[in-house]
Every structure is written in C-alpha cells, then in structure tokens.
C-alpha cells in the first residue's frame, strides 16, 4: 500500500480509500444544437481537456439559466468519448475557468477536503487508474458511470501534511509543463503570423549594410526543382521507408514492421528518394503529407512525387515556402479525380506553377530566421517531454 518513493520525514502508512469517500461527482449539463447561442455560458467538454491541460478550443456557447457550474481546484473528466484514449483524461479546473458550464459527457471530481484537492488531481494521472478506468468501459460505448469511479480504489497518506506536500510538488511540476506548452503555442502562433507576413512580402529584409535585397522574381517550379523518378528495390543503402504526415520520411520499421509483406524476390520497385527532397501525395495534401527528407536516402511508395532541389537555393527557406496555404491551393487547383476516390497532381503540371521567389541572398537570411525559431520550438518541446517523462516516472513510485 505504501509507495516505493517517499519524502524522507514521512513514515505512517498509506491507507486504502474510494473516490466516493473523499470526493463527490457532479454531473454535465445536456444540452442540444437549439441552445447554443453566439453568447452565453461557455461549456467545457472533451475537446478542452488536452494533455492534461485546460484549452478553449472549439468554444460552445449554451443558452440556459440553471446549470453545474466548475469551481477553482475540481477535477473535470472525460467520462463518454468515441476514442477510449480519451476516457479518463483530465484537467484541473484553475480560477479563470471557475463558473463555466461542463457537458454531459464531463463529469466534475470535486474533494471533500482542501488538504485532498491538489493530490487527487494526480491520482488520475497515474496508471494504477487507468488500468481501472478502461477495465470499467461499456463493452459497445465508450463510457465509464459514476458508479464504476466511485468504487475505484487508491492509497492515500494517512498523515495530510504529505498529501499536501505530494499535491503541491506535483502542482509545480506540472505548472512548469503548462508554461512550457503555452511557451511554445505562442512561439508557434508568432512564426506563422510572420511567415504570412514574409511570403506575402509585407514585410522584407534590408542587407547589413542597409540596402535593398533585389525584387522577389516571378519564375515556374521546374526553375529550381527537378523530379526525381529513380524506381528500384530497396537495398542497404536505399532502405524500404514511409513517409509520414508532418513527420517526413521515417524508416519503415520505425512506424510499423511490414517487411514480411514486401516480395523483393520479384524485384518490386519504389521511388528513391535523398535528404532534402521534397515530397508530396496528391491524394492527402490536406492531411500533411507534404514536405521535405530530413532522413537521407530511402525507398518510398511510387504514389509520391518527389524532387531534387537546385542546390542554389536555401533549404530551410524552400521547406516553409513550398507548403504554404498559397501553394498548396495552387497546386490544388492541378488535382485531377484518377480512380478508386484517389487524385493525381501530375508532376509535370506542378512543375509549371508560378510562384514569386526571392533572391538566394534574401532566401538565406530568411531560411536563418525560421530556423532559429525551429531550433527554439525543438528545445522547447524537448524540455517538454522530459518534464512529462519524469513527472509520470514520479508519479508511478510515489503514488500507491
């Protein structure tokens, strides 16, 4: 019952509780498409609890006079998703939020006790509650009752000076993580902003010394990208890969291992492709499966189209400009129905579009600033996974 990793000057035993003894559940609101309304009460639902976060993404706004409203330091929950991931997940409710509405598919965690608030907040992160949760889901809904999270049963400190102190040290573990992620929303949210403003020309550059870079040049693709339509096996040196939304190019067996599936004793061909190739599927274009090689040599399926890029051009430059709305809707505009729900944008048409190019001087102070930001939003998420690697790893031994 006690856990493995304890604060030293705690020593009294753990005791085994159930929800129902130290916290009550209050029930969503139902609601339907007639009440909500341009402006009323804001209702929290599945969508707002994001990695253990509390979002305003797609916003409902309800028409209605009496209601559930969430108070600072409840727990709201997932309880009924289409995606069983996503049942069980939760976020803790922070002053701001206090007073919203919750739907129907939420329900609210809510202590009995101050000393409990913070600590339970973390006891539906740890496993031992998921492994309960999803032991508890109808077999044809993705749900969970208020009667099956009642029963669940968890240790807690008998002492509540160490629930306090587990509560509050995970508090600011996990407030580090929120300010990491809102750090690197806004770092995101301002290089798109920019991004727009740079290849719309809004904004332009000026050389060290305070002179102009040349007039952007309005020139066709096949200027400076050539395809590349090299089909062979796979070998040692090509080997069999994916290409992943917004990921790129990933060996094969990193996604998924179907290497038993490919008969290379009948010499199956595949598109070779090398580092810094763009690449695109016309059938997904939307989805994110556009962008460069950042893996190096491999053997990708011949559904994608693929090319070299003049070596006079900066990289880091081309990788955000060739995947931007304005291009991407141009090259939609090429996308013909061939069969089976699949589209073809025929390389040859691509290669036609007309784009406005700046100068490779310009291109390469531009390429320098997007991949300081890169390198910014890299470090960022980095620092992220390690908070969450060990603050699950924490949460595992320190929680019974």
């Known amino acids: 019952m006690t856990p493995k990793l304890r604060f030293p000057e705690f020593k009294d035993n753990w005791k085994l509780v159930r929800l129902n003894e130290v916290a ?44 559930n409203g969430v108070k600072e330091g409840d727990v709201l929950m997932c309880v009924r998703n289409g ?14 939020a206090a007073g919203l509405a919750f739907g129907a598919f939420m329900v609210v965690v809510r202590s009995k006790s101050i000393e409990n608030q913070s600590f339970l907040s973390q006891v539906f992160q740890t496993n031992i509650f998921f492994r309960d949760v ?33 509560g509050s040290f995970f508090e600011l573990l996990s407030y580090k993580i929120n300010l990491l992620t809102k750090k690197k929303e806004a ?17 332009r550059f000026k050389r060290e010394n305070g002179t102009d870079y040349p007039e952007w040049k309005k020139i066709v693709y096949s200027e400076f990208l050539k395809e590349r339509d090299d089909k062979h096996p796979q070998s040692d040196e090509f080997p069999l890969c994916s290409f992943v939304a917004h990921k790129g190019v990933v060996p094969k067996g990193d996604r ?46 011949p559904v994608y189209s693929v090319f070299s890029i003049d070596k006079g051009c900066d990289i880091n430059f081309i990788a955000h400009y ?20 699949q589209w073809r944008i025929h390389e040859t048409d691509f290669l036609k579009i007309k784009v406005a ?34 603050k699950k790893g924490l949460l595992q031994q320190m929680f019974a």
């Open 256 to 301: 998924y291992n179907r290497e038993f599936l490919v008969n290379d004793k009948k010499g199956k061909k595949y598109k070779r492709t090398k580092k810094d190739d763009f690449i695109y599927s016309s059938n997904n274009l939307e989805t994110g499966s556009i962008g460069l090689n950042e893996y190096g040599n491999g053997c990708i399926s």
């Open 83 to 96: 995606s069983r991931s996503l049942i069980g997940k939760t976020a803790v409710i922070d002053k701001a």
């Open 187 to 203: 770092l995101e949210t301002y290089k798109k902003g920019l991004m727009q403003k740079i290849f719309s020309q809004e904004l």
């Open 24 to 67: 009550s559940l209050v029930n969503g609101l139902t609601y339907d498409p007639s009440m909500i309304c341009d402006e009323g009460i804001l209702v929290l639902r599945s969508s707002n609890v994001q990695n253990g976060i509390l979002t305003y993404a797609d916003n409902v706004f309800v028409d209605v006079t009496d209601y």
């Open 322 to 341: 060739l995947v931007t709305k304005a291009n991407l809707h141009k090259m939609i505009r090429f996308r013909q129905g061939v069969m089976y729900g």
């Open 357 to 390: 190019i700046p100068s490779n001087e310009e291109q390469k102070h531009i390429g320098e600033i997007l991949e300081s930001m890169n390198s910014g939003l890299e470090e960022l998420e980095r620092l992220i996974s390690a908070t969450s690697k060990l």
């Open 134 to 166: 999803h032991r508890n889901l109808g077999a044809t809904i993705n749900s969970i009752n208020n009667s099956s999270l009642n029963k669940f049963q968890f240790g807690i400190p008998s002492n509540t000076t160490e629930t306090k102190k587990l």
